[in-house]
């Protein structure tokens, strides 16, 4: 991991392909993609420890090989669910590198990477709800269902925003 | 070997080296202008490096070289082999008077007429057909066999040893990157370690073993490449003094001693300005002038003398003066007159104890501010620092013979030795150095140390005396105890002078760690100096004692009015009280201003100021300032004029005042309204009445085009709740004060998307004022998203905007702005919340 880092750009559209490759999360029941390039790692389970006082969506630090990584709680940090009620368990979680910081966001469930036709990408719809449209850089209609683009540098720079 | 003349030859052995290969390379490539400049260039340096040490043979070879060289790089004459065969043997004598250099610390006698004659010939040549070489040869065969430089040199040549050789230019970042490197190395090994020791027998053992102690060899050697020895950040120091005491008319000799003493890089960055700061002091305020010493019996040189040297594993400073000496009394007046104590607690107070107010936050005299003008900070400041990297300061005095500060710093801070402590289900460290005795309490009367409760507030009685504790479950808001716990532990901690317990419920082990900094969501917790990774692999939040011990003093002092939130009420505290810089201007009340708004403070010459049109400006910084007056001041009768400077983003503004005052701690605790103009109202600092100055008044006034910059957040309290957004701190800092002594809790944020993400934990408000300018997200946009959302629809939103033309009133009204100020008219942003408010409330 610490020798090839990628830190690719907000959403690296493989320029002269088609699809794009997305790793798929599910937050809640919302299918999210997050561009495959900026995936460091995914983790299992983890020992995750408080940080008291830390803002509301820092589910707290953790270990990984050596570096401590700023895990986020994901849910809380969509409004998707009240920071204070029970904490995040830490079943799952993408690894992501922002502003060279790592992060770990817990996630609920963790798909295939699925390369996905751009053509099926569409702006974030109306009726987003406000507080996702700087999160969502547009919405892919698969056969199944939809999922929404996360915007991980925006969901993060939004974590830094909230003061404590 | 000086660490200067070292450096010298390092860098001039590598110049030399780049020559000799660029030199030819310009034989095959005669007419390559780069590749000439190139050349000129090193030489220049050399010659100019050589001068500056005195190094008078290097210096004028160089030069004689230099001259050449220029003139094959303007075009004048042509490249030839017999030319640069002449230069190459300039460059190999140098060679050898550096190398005897090396060898002997100076640069041997002799001469080099040979050399440079040929060089002259050449030069003055220029143009002529003679070879240069055929000028040179009878020289240089007198050359090769020259009295003393060269044979020393050639033997000096052939061992191509000696410091040059020795040391390498190593960039910061790699020795960084090994330093971490290390660090991870040692906590694996400590993992590793922890693993063994749960294990009787284990073929690892050996092995481990001599792993362990070659980790902690290579540890210590990596931790010495980044040692710098103490002295670096002392050669500016005698100019400084030379250049206060021809400033001040004093006479005053700097010593130094023990400046070789090496200290962690990191350490000693932080330790820089603190130090240089000192020693202004006692030039400055230490040491009189010179006919005052002659009556004193005194000798007319005053001496500063600084000291470093090793002790355990910290670095002790010793900086002493022979001058006037700390006066014990007008501290204990200052103490007095700052509410920092009463007449009969000061009476009680030993000299040392009274020394110790001189660090405290704002305790300045009116004299220091002055002469540490453009500076802004003080003794507190200086103790912070050096609290901050662990280390103490500590001061003696004897009025009339002088002053020593001791300041003991560790010597490294990359990794230290904690003690790893549990609340709740969470574990934490706390660093050894801030860690002065471990005691056990227990909550029944019968034990040896028990909590005893004042109000709310826990103390602990420890050998005659009693010292706040703080309950970590309860600073950290870790929730309560699940099962009542008869033993605890309380860590006595010090910081400073003061004494302090952390109240914890268990207590492990001790353990080498490697202080990382935490990641920058979290940056602005006080209560943390960083985070590490532990032997068994979890990760462990660093406790940052001085936070600490600032927590505990606040839940001490806060211990008359509330019992309980000792995390709270401290925080709430921290928000109240303000420095401001009190100084005189216009007529005689004192005026204050928050001193986070003042920039610096200078003393500008009358004869500088210009004018344009009618505004006065000076040239400051590399632009020009605009000047305020505060009304009806005159102007002053000496030849300088004080201002105070306020910055914003790239803009600046002075405001010239009469006098500094001085600078104090005060509750922002407005008495009388607001009253319009430059007033904000009136408070009381130290017993007198002060008027409170709206900076912002003078800011339109000098610059109109002010408010519209920046970020950063804020918070304070009072009857109605209030979100204020507005992207520019400075109009923050303004408006809180004023909105507070109306009564309004503010919240202040810098961002709309902050403002949103607060809806998103549930905050609620009675009104919005918000600005319409800001980066990422306009205010129009953000009231639109406020009145989408039925969380906060029902909240009125007051537009605040420097615009006020219909239009854009109308504007704001259409995008569901519930009103409209401007932002210069502050006097009407409380009439019109208030009228708002009560309308709200009513109709509820």
């Known amino acids: ?164 | 070997m000086d660490e200067l003349l070292s450096d010298f030859l390092t860098e001039t052995l590598e110049h030399i080296a780049r020559l000799d290969d660029e030199l030819v390379r310009l034989e095959s490539k005669p007419d390559d202008p780069a590749l000439l400049s190139s050349i000129f260039r090193l030489m220049h340096t050399i010659k100019g490096t050589s001068g500056f040490l005195g190094l008078a043979r290097l210096e004028s070879l160089a030069h004689a070289s230099e001259t050449v060289l220029g003139q094959l790089r303007d075009g004048h004459r042509a490249v030839d082999g017999g030319l640069v065969t002449l230069i190459l043997r300039s460059l190999d004598r140098i060679r050898s008077l550096l190398a005897s250099l090396e060898e002997t610390g100076a640069e041997p006698g002799g001469e080099d007429r040979d050399l440079i004659g040929a060089l002259e010939v050449c030069a003055a040549g220029a143009g002529a057909a003679s070879s240069p070489a055929a000028a040179l040869e009878p020289a240089a065969a007198e050359a090769a066999a020259p009295p003393p430089p060269a044979s020393a040199g050639a033997e000096a040549v052939a061992k191509s040893g000696g410091v040059a050789a020795q040391s390498v230019r190593v960039h910061v970042d790699l020795l960084e990157k090994l330093m971490t490197g290390v660090s991870e190395l040692v906590l694996t090994r400590n993992q590793l370690l922890q693993t063994l020791r749960a294990q009787k027998e284990s073929a690892f053992a050996a092995p481990l073993q001599r792993l362990n102690q070659v980790v902690s060899e290579l540890q210590e050697d990596v931790m010495r490449t980044r040692m710098q020895p103490i002295g670096n950040a002392w050669q500016a120091l005698p100019r400084l003094i030379r250049d206060l005491a021809s400033d001040l008319g004093k006479k005053i000799a700097l010593e130094m001693h023990g400046a070789e003493t090496e200290l962690d890089k990191q350490v000693f960055e932080l330790i820089k300005d603190p130090l240089t700061h000192m020693v202004r002091n006692s030039a400055d305020h230490g040491i009189e002038r010179p006919a005052e010493r002659a009556a004193l019996g005194k000798p007319e040189t005053g001496r500063v003398v600084l000291e470093a040297f090793h002790e355990g594993g910290y670095v002790v400073i010793v900086l002493s003066d022979d001058g006037r000496g700390l006066d014990i009394e007008r501290i204990r007046a200052k103490a007095i007159a700052q509410g920092l104590a009463t007449e009969a607690e000061t009476a009680g107070l030993a000299e040392a104890q009274l020394l110790q107010f001189i660090f405290r936050p704002g305790f300045s005299t009116a004299e220091k501010i002055t002469a540490v003008s453009g500076r802004g900070v003080g003794m507190d400041v200086v103790r912070t620092n050096i609290e901050r990297i662990g280390g103490t300061i500590d001061v003696r005095s004897r009025r009339g013979s002088g002053t020593t500060f001791i300041v003991r710093i560790p010597l490294t801070l990359a990794i230290v030795s904690a003690l790893i402590v549990g609340a709740a289900s969470e574990r934490f460290a706390i660093p050894q150095l801030a860690v002065t005795e471990l005691v056990q309490v227990g909550s029944d009367s019968s034990a040896e140390h028990r909590i005893e409760i004042i109000n709310g507030a826990p103390l602990l009685r420890l050998r005659q005396r009693l010292l706040p504790v703080v309950v970590l479950r309860e600073l950290l808001r870790l929730g309560a105890e699940e099962e009542a716990n008869a033993r605890h532990f309380v860590v006595v901690a010090r910081v400073g002078a003061q004494d302090f317990g952390i109240m914890v419920d268990r207590v492990f082990d001790t353990e080498e760690i490697v202080v990382k900094p935490v990641a920058p969501v979290l940056r602005g917790l006080s209560m943390f100096s960083g985070n590490t990774i532990l032997g068994d692999g979890s990760v462990i939040m660093i406790l940052d004692p001085n936070g600490m011990g600032i927590a505990a003093t606040r839940s001490a002092d806060a211990t008359g009015a509330t019992g309980d939130e000792a995390g709270e009420t401290g925080d709430a505290a921290a928000a109240r009280t303000t420095s401001m810089l009190i100084f005189r201007a216009g007529d005689a009340t004192p005026k204050a201003v928050p001193l986070s708004l003042v920039a610096r403070i200078e003393e500008i010459a009358l004869d500088s100021i210009e004018r344009i049109e009618s505004q006065r400006v000076i040239q400051y910084r590399g632009q020009l300032m605009p000047l305020v007056d505060f009304d009806g001041a005159s102007s002053p009768p000496g030849k300088t004029q004080k201002i105070l400077v306020f910055v914003d983003g790239a803009q600046c503004m002075g405001l010239c005042v009469d006098e500094i005052l001085d600078i104090a701690e005060v509750a922002i605790d407005i008495k009388l309204g607001s009253a319009g103009g430059w007033r904000l109202g009136s408070t009381v600092i130290a017993g007198k009445a002060a008027d409170l100055v709206d900076a912002g008044y003078f800011l339109t006034k000098a610059l109109p085009g002010w408010f519209g910059q920046d970020k950063p957040e804020t918070s304070g309290q009072g009857l109605w709740n209030l979100l204020l957004l507005d992207d520019s701190p400075f109009f923050r800092s303004v408006m809180m004060p004023l909105l507070e002594s109306a009564g309004f809790n503010v919240t202040a944020v810098g961002d709309p998307r902050a403002a949103l993400a607060m809806r998103e934990r549930g905050a609620s408000f009675d009104a919005i004022i918000s600005d319409i300018e800001m980066p990422g997200m306009s205010g129009f946009e953000f009231v639109a998203e406020v009145k989408s959302d039925p969380r906060w629809a029902g909240i009125p939103v007051m537009a605040l905007s420097s615009h006020s033309a219909p239009r854009d009133v109308d504007r704001g009204r259409g995008a569901g702005f519930d009103d409209y100020i401007v932002k210069s008219d502050r006097n009407s942003i409380v009439r019109k919340l208030t009228e708002r408010l009560t309308l709200a409330s009513s109709a509820a």
């Open chain 1, 1 to 164: 991991m610490s020798g090839a880092r990628t830190s690719a750009p907000a959403a690296p559209a493989n320029a002269d392909q088609e699809s794009q490759d997305y790793v798929t999360v599910l937050v809640g029941a919302q299918l999210f993609g997050i561009p495959v390039l900026q995936v460091q790692d995914v983790l299992g389970r983890q020992a995750i420890t408080r940080v008291p006082l830390g803002p509301p969506a820092v589910a707290g630090a953790l270990n990984l090989r050596g570096r401590i990584v700023t895990a986020i709680d994901t849910s809380a940090c969509l409004g998707l669910r009240a920071a204070d009620t029970a904490p995040a368990e830490a079943t799952i979680s993408i690894v992501v590198e922002h502003r060279g910081e790592l992060y770990s966001l817990i996630v609920d469930q963790v798909g295939e990477v699925m390369p996905v036709d751009i053509a099926s990408l569409e702006a974030n719809p109306l009726t987003l709800d406000p507080s996702w449209r700087d999160i969502s850089r547009g919405v892919h209609k698969l056969q199944e269902r939809l999922m929404v683009v996360l915007d991980i540098a925006a969901l993060l720079d939004r974590v830094v925003a909230i003061p404590a």
